[in-house]
């Protein structure tokens, strides 16, 4: 969910990357299948030893907890993660937003690649320069700093100045996109076989999935769309957008002003005000609802590395990273927002028609798994479209986010959804559905109460 983490972040202030960081500078990524396989294959030998380690330590009556075991393999994971960038760091980001999914472990591994991997050295990123310009940083800013500020899955930014004006430059990572569809490709015919599926079912997902991906590596586009959505939301109360500089861009290269402020990591422990939590989550919330219910396209990437916050002016969000920009097809918003409403959820009929439509319900399906689809959808659909359907609503309130974890917890011990064997829904849901999955975690953590504009 844009990139994230891979926009800038932090104040003007802060100190570039420390003596620990910079010794675990990239001089090359694996971007060819066969390198990346083999990759993959030498941490899956790491993670084997450390299964034999855990038992042969247990065998003996030594002890060897599965906590231990899931931190040496979590940092073993994310280590060859943050090496590999591209798809499968994105992945492991999306998969640090879904609470509760994953052993803290992972969680708390994963999460990393939302804020800072190790980024590239400075003479392979003076390389991607020449390559673009004819030309080094210094030649091109009167400042550069060779360090990179933020490092993610698709590239890293760095703080640079111009007629003395800040800057953020984002450096895409050399043959990212290539990565991409190598990943897709080795990745796809092994969970086909694991799963179950069948290629044809899952083809328009996997397509939906690889377009987005690939579209992140379209600095250009990114560029398009951060300048035209910022120019379309300026009006909203309480958000930044940085302004775009195509002069000082390239298909590889972004430039953009920097902004100020902290990711909601380092702002918290300061402890902020109810009042300058609830103005923060209402700008976000305002964001989204303008997006989707204007726009009819969203950022589809909110995780907190993506936002910079500050407490001026009782609460300002800086919006970061375009490259993720879910366009929303004028039939799946009618759909999608006729699901979440009070009338649909009270007529059970309307409800099983707006999820045929869907794909959720098939006229093929048994009396018996209909219903269960119907019942699953019609109490998933209460919980997680009740912000919709109230005037205001207290994202810190415990009560509601333990039950959304407990449904979460219930479906996936459904024998019913276990057994699935072929998957359902609108492909356009995936982004969707990862959108408000980040809200509602930002929303969670603030802590914030919103208005949202519900009759």
């Keep these: 969910m844009p ?21 675990r500078q990239l001089s090359s990524i694996p971007t060819t299948k066969v390198a990346r396989a ?25 002890e060897s907890s599965t906590d231990d075991l899931n931190q040496a393999n979590a940092a073993e994971l994310y280590g060859t993660l943050s090496e590999m960038k591209g798809s499968v760091l994105k992945v ?8 509760n999914l994953l052993p803290a472990a992972y969680a708390d591994q994963f999460a990393k690649a939302q804020y800072q991997t190790p980024p590239l050295s400075g003479p392979l990123v003076v390389k991607v320069f020449r390559d673009a310009f004819g030309r080094s940083p210094y030649e091109l800013f009167e400042e550069f700093d060779l360090n990179a500020r933020q490092a993610a899955s698709i590239g890293q930014v760095h703080f640079a100045r111009q007629n003395g004006q800040p800057l953020a430059v984002k ?13 897709i490709r080795l990745v796809k015919p092994i969970a086909l076989r694991v799963m179950g599926l069948d290629e044809a079912q899952v083809r328009p997902y996997l397509e939906e999935v690889e377009t987005r991906l690939l579209e992140e590596t379209d600095y250009a586009l990114e560029l398009r ?20 500089y195509p002069e ?3 298909p590889r290269i972004l430039t953009m002003d920097w902004l100020g402020g902290q990711h909601l990591k380092e702002f918290l422990p300061a402890n902020p005000s109810q009042e300058i939590r609830n103005q923060l989550g209402q700008a976000l919330w305002d964001f989204y ?3 989707m219910n204007t726009l009819r396209q969203v950022h589809a990437d909110p995780h907190p590395g993506n936002f910079l916050l500050r407490t001026e002016h009782g609460g300002t969000v800086g919006v970061l990273d375009f490259g993720c920009v879910k366009e929303i097809p004028a039939d799946v918003y009618t759909l999608f927002t006729s699901l979440l409403t009070a009338e649909t959820l009270a007529d059970e009929t309307r409800l099983a028609a707006l999820l045929t439509e869907a794909g959720i319900l098939r006229p093929e399906d048994t009396p018996a798994r209909r219903a269960f689809y119907l019942s699953t959808m019609q109490a998933s659909l209460e919980l997680v479209g009740r912000p919709f359907r109230q005037p205001t609503f207290d994202f810190g309130d415990p009560a509601y986010m333990t039950a959304l974890y407990a449904l979460g917890d219930d479906l996936m011990q459904q024998p019913e959804l276990r057994q699935q064997r072929e998957p359902r829904g609108s492909e356009h849901f995936i982004y969707l559905n990862r959108t408000y999955v980040g809200l509602y975690a930002l929303l969670t953590e603030l802590r914030a109460v919103v208005q949202t504009g519900a009759a």
Excluded: W
Excluded at 3 to 23: K, Q
Excluded at 92 to 99: F, G, T, V, Y
Excluded at 231 to 241: G, I, W
């Design 3 to 23: 990139d994230l983490s891979d926009t800038p972040g932090r104040d003007l202030n802060s100190a570039p990357a420390d003596d620990a960081a910079e010794s």
């Design 38 to 62: 083999a990759r993959f294959a030498k941490t899956g030998l790491k993670v084997g030893a450390n299964y034999v380690k855990h038992y042969a330590r247990r065998s003996v009556g030594a």
């Design 92 to 99: 492991a980001q999306m998969l640090a937003m879904e609470k």
């Design 171 to 183: 450096v895409q990572y050399p043959g990212v996109a290539d990565s991409i569809r190598s990943d």
């Design 225 to 244: 769309r951060g300048t035209e959505i910022g120019a379309r939301c300026a009006h909203l109360p309480h958000l930044e957008f940085a302004r775009y």
């Design 248 to 250: 000082l861009s390239s």
């Design 289 to 291: 609802a303008f997006q």
